[in-house]
């Protein structure tokens, strides 16, 4: 069983930067493909990025070259660095771990994700 834990949501205004962490339990984080989604009020819950276990990555097109996705495998956690942040990124923001992902290519669906956190909330004010 893997546990995770997200922290660094928040409120910020338009244009500004967060950096969310997601803690991972486990002694085998190092081989897992870690991912990072995204669910707005009344919205379905969406892809954001995920890294793969050779840090390879991933991004769907409204984040590219405004979110860094970046792992620590010395400190089992996995990162979201969010700059230009929009009222549009405003969700709650989940990590989730895909532990059988063995071709280093990220995946972009939910599905393939075995265990989630709980969430973080993000807040981008205009």
């Known amino acids: 069983q893997v546990q995770l834990v997200e922290s660094g949501g928040g409120l910020v205004q338009a244009g500004g930067s967060l950096r969310l962490s997601c803690a991972a339990s486990g002694r085998t984080f190092g081989s897992y493909t870690m991912g990072w989604f995204r669910q707005a009020p009344g919205k379905e819950r969406e892809y954001v990025t995920a890294i793969s276990w050779n840090t390879n990555t991933d991004y769907t097109d409204s984040v590219k070259g405004r979110f860094t996705i970046s792992r620590d495998n010395a400190k089992n956690t996995v990162y979201l660095q969010m700059n230009s942040l929009k009222p549009e990124d405003t969700a709650v923001y989940y990590c989730?771990?895909?532990?059988?992902?063995?071709?280093?290519?990220?995946?972009?669906?939910?599905?393939?994700?075995?265990?989630w956190g709980q969430g973080t909330q993000v807040t981008v004010s205009s």
């Open positions: 989730a771990a895909d532990q059988f992902n063995r071709g280093g290519v990220p995946s972009a669906r939910s599905t393939s994700y075995d265990y």
